[in-house]
Every structure is written in structure tokens, then in C-alpha cells.
Nanobody, 123 residues
Framework: VQLQASGGGLVQAGGLLELSCVAS????????MGWFRQAPGKEREFVAA????????DVADFAKGRFTISRDGVKNTVFLQMNSLKPEDTAVYYC?????????????????WGQGTEVTVSS
């Protein structure tokens, strides 16, 4: 499985961005998909995840009410809509796929990772 993330960029605080991650292959509809981020000097952390069907999602506490994860089975794409961005959201954002379609927030349970897309939020 290859994952291609895009949509990052520079945005002012309070702004919004939508990240996309396109997955190769025919099994996308069976995967759990997640977004993680890593800020400079910090460990990678969970942002959001959606299970194989799209019927179950989880969002990190810092993102609740601001970020929304969704998936499009036709386009083999998972999205992360980020609103009300804050400078502390600055990080490289990674999408990941888990063959077991059940939702998880643990990064080590994801087998495939994209290359990351950089998000910078200016104050």
C-alpha cells in the first residue's frame, strides 16, 4: 500500500486546511486510516482515525471540535479537515493505514505510512 498525503501549507492562526491522503490498491475500503503528527523536537502523536467503514471515528482531545476525519471509498482517500488552527498545530502530518480495519489510536498498529505533509500555522 502506498499513501500520498497532500494539502499542507502555511496558514494564519484561526485559518483552515484540508489534508488529503490517497491510498493505492484495491483494499482501501478494508483499512482503518489514521492521521498522526510530529512537531519539531516532539514525538509523533495521534490526531484522528476512522475505521474501515467510516462509521466510527476518533479524534485526539486537542483536536475535538476543530478537526474532522472522513473517507471516500470511491476516491481511495482519507481527509482531515482542520479548522481554527493554532500555532501549536504546526507539525508534519502523516497518514497511515492499518490492515485490520478496526479503529486504533496506537501508531505501532499501523503498517503503512505516507511521507508526510507539513503544516505551519503562524500567529
Amino acid at each position: 500500500v502506498q499513501l500520498q498525503a497532500s494539502g499542507g501549507g502555511l496558514v494564519q492562526a484561526g485559518g483552515l486546511l484540508e489534508l488529503s491522503c490517497v491510498a493505492s490498491g484495491r483494499a482501501f475500503s478494508r483499512y482503518c486510516m489514521g492521521w498522526f503528527r510530529q512537531a519539531p523536537g516532539k514525538e509523533r502523536e495521534f490526531v484522528a482515525a476512522v475505521n474501515w467503514s467510516g462509521g466510527s471515528t476518533d479524534v485526539a482531545d486537542f483536536a475535538k471540535g476543530r478537526f474532522t476525519i472522513s473517507r471516500d471509498g470511491v476516491k481511495n482517500t482519507v481527509f482531515l479537515q482542520m479548522n481554527s488552527l493554532k500555532p501549536e498545530d504546526t507539525a508534519v502530518y502523516y497518514c497511515a493505514a492499518r490492515i485490520n480495519g478496526l479503529l486504533t489510536t496506537r501508531s505501532y498498529e499501523y503498517e503503512f505510512w505516507g511521507q508526510g505533509t507539513e503544516v505551519t500555522v503562524s500567529s
